[in-house]
């Protein structure tokens, strides 16, 4: 069966990691999939200060050296986009990380997965 991992990230460094563990999770680099996504509300600054241009640069090259692919979207509704995404694309596997604000977190993470119920999620 073939994986296709879709690691959301934001525009900071320490996403690294997340892409990482998603990187792990293929089993055949010439089947398998690995998307990077980073959705940003509409309402909101895609690039908040300058250190976000470069943490986005970071990223953007550390998917290319996994063959990975990076997608930067626009969108009212982040949780739709990312379904969209994860039908359109037959996601396996969802890699989020964890935020200062847990219950945050968790918010986010149970609508993915009420949308979601055939993906595996990495927390």
């Known amino acids: 069966m073939q994986n296709n991992i879709m690691v959301c990230v934001t525009q900071q460094k320490t996403c690294e990691k ?39 640069e970071y990223l953007f090259e550390i998917t290319k050296e996994l063959g990975a692919d990076l997608v930067v979207k ?11 995404f994860a039908l359109e694309k037959e996601i396996t596997h969802v890699v989020l990380g964890s935020a200062a604000d847990i219950t945050a977190t968790k918010n986010f993470e149970q609508k993915l997965r009420r949308k979601l119920p055939e993906v595996e999620f990495i927390i």
């Open 74 to 84: 626009r969108s009212k509704d982040v949780i739709a986009t990312l379904v969209d």
């Open 18 to 56: 997340l892409i990482k563990i998603g990187y792990e999770i293929l089993k055949n680099a010439e089947t398998d999939s690995l998307y990077v996504i980073h959705v940003v509300n509409e309402n909101d600054k895609l690039l908040f200060n300058l250190s976000d241009g470069d943490a986005l």
